[in-house]
């Protein structure tokens, strides 16, 4: 509703939109010029800020209709393994359950689109009336498992058709090491060369080779997956937290045998989502169970269910070197990215164009455990890999790390290499030049070491100087400079709740994210021991700055996550005078 206070009148949204569609459209609108919004570049408070904190029902998990049913799933304890049989004598008896049946949750001959990404397709479905009866059926329930056989899919990905092969065999963390080890080893698909790399480094006055990787992680969202569906004959109701409806709709509708315009999707709040709810499986498996069971149905992933379920970000291993002449000048750089089941490489990205060669090759290792975005998906590990190794390819050359960074984009500007670099080298020194005004780079701490990054991912530039103590052999963040350039900043007050949100996020995964396998068993499956960042670990302060240079607003989501990193990474070298090279960051760890 519109309503107009001076003269106390009000305009249902319909009537206007049926007299706007009466008008002609115009050929060119005059958009407003930055000097005239009085909206945006101000702070708006959350709509939602005293619901979220009084507990108002708000989430997925807080949908509740009359003559609801419970419904969770059981999927096999490995990945490469897939349900023979279920035995569900005990289960099936227990107070409240109403029926245990297998689904499938994507038909076999269904061209699957890039969300509709799902490691076991064949679950087991539990119904009851209530959470508690359907958790101890769930423990009841026995089910027998036996190895896949290895496939290929066609898939879509947004109208390009590609494959997708799924191997079989139970799959160990200490394998996949060895593996990706042996595939850098041999090189990769050569996705950009600038000059003669390989005469440089035979020339190099100095030369530095290092090896950087990185685990699984799980998403981990505070919410654990849930959906309401209420299927009907003639249309369907869909109520919980998604990121991406509009791709997952169609599949949906396809599923159940219905046309698109009588499903309808409500989004409740995420409830954490970081990539992993834009792959919405459990929408459609709650859908498929009220369809059979004629009721509406609240599907509840347990948090051992989504911990143990996929979807993770890939596991990575890159390979970086660089050579340097007489003059400490960085005449070469080779990278060498590639991972489980896939590369993390931007071949375009800084420092390509800002070294005359350069090369930059990647590979993949085929894997049946099933991965997807993750917060600035690959990026998230490739600024890791980047950026610690340029702090120390700058200390090989005597050099401070941020005037080493300045003086490479210096050469991008003023004569830059290839024509397909894919950042402007501009507004990341102007970024870099503000970090060092805004940390005070100059004027070295006597009591905190700190360690910098930066990085460009999603159109956006983010630079961090990052202090910390290690107290007691545990690393204390006290505190990070953040220098964001992601252009018109929209609302100022969440733009930095989100910068921080990132910050901390990567702190969290930098120390304690890791996922292994044993036999294709996820090694964690509760927070008992998978570890989050706690409240007192995140950083005692953070500083947000955004650069005002009038540009069109991109992402900020993703941008602050990839370099809190490395930004970690060569504090702590400034802290213990040691490298470190394994993800997450251990002190007593031997990958140093």
């Not at 958790?135 to 109208?159: S, V, W, Y």
């Not at 999707?265 to 919405?280: E, F």
């Not at 590990?381 to 790390?401: I, N, W, Y």
């Not at 990054?453 to 956006?460: E, R």
Request: hydrophobic share 40%; glycine share 8%; aromatic share 10%.
């Amino acid at each position: 509703m519109l309503y107009h206070e001076p003269s106390n009148r009000s305009l249902g949204y319909g009537e206007v939109a049926s007299m706007a569609a009466g008008l002609s459209v115009p050929e060119e609108v005059a958009l407003k010029e930055k000097e005239e919004f009085t909206i945006i570049g101000t702070s708006r408070k959350n709509v939602d800020g005293l619901k979220i904190v009084t507990g108002e029902p708000l989430f997925g998990m807080d949908t509740y209709r009359e003559g609801m049913l419970i419904a969770m799933i059981v999927h096999p304890p490995a990945f490469g393994l897939k349900i023979r049989s279920i035995d569900d004598s005990a289960a099936k008896n227990m107070p409240g359950i109403r029926d245990i049946f297998k689904i499938k949750v994507y038909n076999e001959d269904y061209v699957k689109t890039f969300f509709d990404t799902r490691t076991f397709n064949e679950v087991v479905v539990i119904v009851g009336g209530s959470t508690w009866e359907v958790m101890q059926a769930k423990k009841a329930l026995k089910i027998n498992c036996e190895p896949i056989q290895g496939k290929t899919e066609k898939r879509d990905r947004f109208g390009t058709a590609w494959e997708q092969h799924t191997p079989s065999g139970l799959e160990n963390t200490s394998d996949h090491y060895a593996r990706m080890e042996q595939m850098a080893n041999k090189g990769g698909a050569v996705m950009r060369k600038d000059g003669d790399p390989e005469k440089a480094f035979l020339n190099a006055e100095k030369t530095i080779e290092r090896t950087y990787t990185a685990p699984f992680l799980a998403h981990n969202c505070m919410e654990p997956m849930n959906f309401f569906a209420d299927v009907k004959e003639d249309k369907a109701e869909l109520i919980g937290p998604l990121q991406k409806p509009e791709f997952t709709e169609q599949t949906l509708a396809a599923r159940l045998g219905m046309p698109l315009e009588n499903i309808d999707i409500k989004m409740t709040r995420l409830g954490g989502g970081y990539g992993r709810r834009s792959y919405a499986h459990w929408m459609v498996e709650a859908a498929l169970i009220s369809q059979r069971m004629k009721a509406p149905v609240k599907l509840i992933y347990t948090r051992e269910d989504d911990m143990t379920d996929g979807i993770y970000r890939p596991s990575y291993l890159v390979k970086l070197k660089a050579a340097l002449d007489a003059n400490n000048k960085l005449i070469a750089y080779h990278v060498n990215a590639g991972g489980i089941p896939e590369s993390p490489l931007w071949e375009n990205r800084f420092p390509a164009g800002t070294v005359e060669n350069y090369l930059a090759e990647e590979w993949t290792i085929d894997s049946n455990i099933t991965v997807g975005s993750f917060r600035a998906p690959s990026s998230n590990f490739m600024a890791c890999a980047e950026q610690s190794f340029l702090d120390e390819v700058a200390e090989l050359a005597g050099k401070d790390p941020m005037d080493f960074r300045l003086e490479l984009l210096g050469r991008a500007i003023s004569d830059p290499v290839g024509e397909e670099n894919d950042y402007d080298p501009v507004r990341y020194a102007e970024v870099l030049k503000t970090l060092k005004e805004k940390s005070n780079w100059a004027e070295k701490s006597s009591d905190l070491s700190r360690g910098m990054a930066a990085y460009f991912c999603h159109n956006s530039y983010a630079a961090m100087v990052l202090y910390m103590k290690v107290k007691d052999n545990i690393p204390v963040v006290e505190k990070v400079t953040c220098v964001l350039d992601c252009g018109i900043v929209i609302n100022p007050d969440s733009a930095r709740n989100m910068a921080e949100g990132g910050i901390v996020d990567g702190v969290g995964n930098a120390f304690f994210g890791e996922m292994t396998f044993d036999d294709g068993v996820p090694s964690k499956s509760n927070f008992d021991t998978y570890r989050m960042i706690r409240m007192s670990e995140a950083p005692k302060e953070i500083e947000v700055h955004f650069m005002d240079n009038g540009i069109d607003p991109t992402g900020l989501g993703e941008p602050t996550f990839p370099p809190v990193f490395p930004a970690v990474a060569n504090s702590l070298y400034q802290a213990t005078g040691q490298r470190f090279y394994k993800l997450p960051f251990t002190l007593d760890s031997e990958d140093v």
